[in-house]
């Protein structure tokens, strides 16, 4: 809930995004993905390369095989892929990627973020 509600306004939290993923704790990990996620949808200042910086972060992210965190670096992948026209192939780029690969849990994650964001009503919402 903070990342929701407090952390995203502060002026620290991309570097909370970088500083909590890298953690080993679970929830502390799930916060940094959480809050990435948050950011996609909220931080209507910045800009895609500020996203699309964090994609190799979720290539990593999806590796880690607790479910807690593939839903935190899932709904960040999918948010990041519709926050702009700019984002959307990269997003969908690494979510086919990872749909690939032999990990069960990068698959699973990969699977269901191309499955949302190839959808005719999201991508027609992109701009």
Partial sequence: QCCINLFRYTSYAYGKVREYAASDEEFTRRAGFALLATLAVGDKRASDDDFRAFLPLIERGAEDSRVRIGKAVNWALRQIGKR??????????????????????????????VRELTLERIIARIK
């Fill in 84 to 113: 702009s026209r700019g984002l959307y192939p990269d997003a969908l780029a690494l979510a086919r990627r990872l749909a690939a690969k032999e990990g069960a849990a990068a698959r699973r994650i990969g699977r269901d973020a």
